[in-house]
């Protein structure tokens, strides 16, 4: 079957970004996103200095790639932009753009897939349909900071009744090469700089890489999109406790309504103690401990 130009349902490249103190986390997703997403190319970008960490814990299939090979561009700009009782938010437009450059470092023909981290996928996942559209998840965040800046750098409204934070962003790399000519041409400067230009550094996260070009997208190219109906969890933590406790049969019996979950930092499991500690170290740490001495 030829969809879109493509052998098969697959994307060209997958994307992630991600950092040691998300390692638990990362283990176990990137684990189950080569096996239950298809893509051509599989990379994961995390600091310089983990590069060797994190590909003795990633499978074989991820290319790991230090991230200043993008970060370099912008890293002191978003410092000089941030004010000091926000810059603890560094990392988090830090990881955005870097996802952006690896967008733009793909051949114009590729269909790339950011894919969020700290999210789980569940079951087999396609994000081309059978007419060759690009298949968007929805989220419900409404955050009227993002929705102001897309103002300021495209001039452009809202147009879906949903959003596009949904932990993860399929996109055509020649749609996203045009978005950038667009912004070159508006702001008579480069890309990277018309984005950090318009961005509300004061307000609380002031940008969503995939508001912004979910904005753009259905703007432009809304005959080659559509939109999946289909549940996701991003209460990951809350539900299971930790993702430690995530399996297959867990899956069957708490999950099969969803196609990806999250374990997102700032969702964190209450009472930690009793619904955390005390099943993780009778379930997993005893029987780990227990296996590895009877190895030895």
């Known amino acids: ?19 040691k103190r998300d390692a638990v986390t990362w283990k176990v997703a990137s684990e189950h996103i080569v096996r239950f997403i298809k893509s051509k190319q599989y990379k994961v970008y995390v600091p310089d200095e983990e590069v060797e960490f994190f590909r003795s814990i990633t499978p074989f ?82 955050h009227q900071p993002y929705f102001e800046m897309i103002r300021r750098l495209l001039g452009l409204e ?9 932990q993860c962003f399929v996109i055509k790399a020649a749609w996203f090469s045009s978005f950038c000519r667009l912004l070159e041409q508006r702001h008579q400067c480069s890309w990277i700089r018309a984005i950090l230009g318009s961005i509300d550094f004061n307000e609380g996260n002031g940008f969503s890489e995939y508001e912004t070009l979910g904005t753009f997208i259905s703007h432009c190219y809304a005959d080659q999109i559509s939109f999946s109906d289909a549940n996701w969890l991003r209460l990951g933590n809350s539900l299971l406790g930790h993702i430690a406790f995530l399996n297959d049969k867990v899956i069957n019996r708490k999950l099969n309504l969803y196609h990806f979950v999250s374990f997102e930092k700032w969702d964190r499991a209450k009472p930690y103690y009793r619904k955390v500690m005390i099943p993780y170290f009778f379930r997993i ?8 001495s009877v190895k030895i």
């Open 61 to 142: 299939q991820f290319e790991v790639i230090g991230e200043s090979i993008y970060s370099n561009q912008f890293a002191a700009q978003i410092k000089e932009c941030l004010p000091s009782k926000v810059s603890m938010q560094f990392g988090w437009y830090l990881q955005q753009l870097i996802k952006l450059c690896a967008i733009k470092a793909c051949d114009e023909s590729d269909i790339v897939l950011i894919w969020d981290a700290d999210t789980v996928p569940i079951r087999p996942m396609d994000f081309i349909d059978k007419q060759g559209r690009l298949i968007y998840y929805k989220g419900d965040e409404q």
């Open 285 to 292: 740490y005893i029987p780990t401990l227990f296996r590895r």
């Open 158 to 166: 809202k147009k879906v009744n949903f959003s596009f934070i949904a």
């Open 1 to 19: 079957m030829n969809i879109g130009g493509h052998s098969d349902a697959s994307v060209d490249v997958l994307i992630c970004v991600c950092c």
